[in-house]
């Protein structure tokens, strides 16, 4: 079991930049695929990035592509989501999921991530 917590939420004018971090819990967290969603009002959670356990692949939403940037560091148990050039539609709860333990694939399906944390809001004023 991975227990996750992000942070680094927050409002920030269009054209700005955030970085969320998500911490996990345990000895285990570099054999977890890890993934961020988001969720805007009144609409369902969608895929944002996600990264490998293993090789550092990343995959990412094409809304955010270009603008977003998923990594992490095993030895401090987080994953990062630097958001650059954010919209006001980037505007929603972000969370943090991990996948499936030694999973290669890099799936952008939320009911293949067990894991989630209780998210953090980003707010981008125009």
């Known amino acids: 079991q991975v227990q996750l917590v992000e942070s680094g939420g927050g409002l920030v004018q269009a054209g700005g930049s955030l970085r969320l971090s998500c911490a996990a819990s345990?000895?285990?967290?570099?054999?977890?695929?890890m993934a961020w969603f988001r969720q805007a009002p009144g609409k369902e959670r969608e895929f944002v990035a996600a990264i490998s356990w293993n090789t550092g692949s990343t995959y990412y939403a094409d809304s955010v592509r270009g603008r977003f940037i998923i990594s992490r560091d095993n030895a401090k148990n987080t994953v990062y989501l630097q958001m650059n050039s954010l919209k006001p539609e980037d505007t929603a709860v972000y969370y943090c999921?991990?996948?499936?333990?030694?999973?290669?694939?890099?799936?952008?399906?939320?009911?293949?991530?067990?894991?989630w944390g209780q998210g953090t809001q980003v707010t981008v004023s125009s």
């Open positions: 999921a991990a996948g499936l333990r030694f999973s290669s694939a890099i799936t952008t399906t939320r009911s293949m991530y067990p894991y």
């Open positions: 345990g000895r285990t967290f570099s054999s977890y695929p």
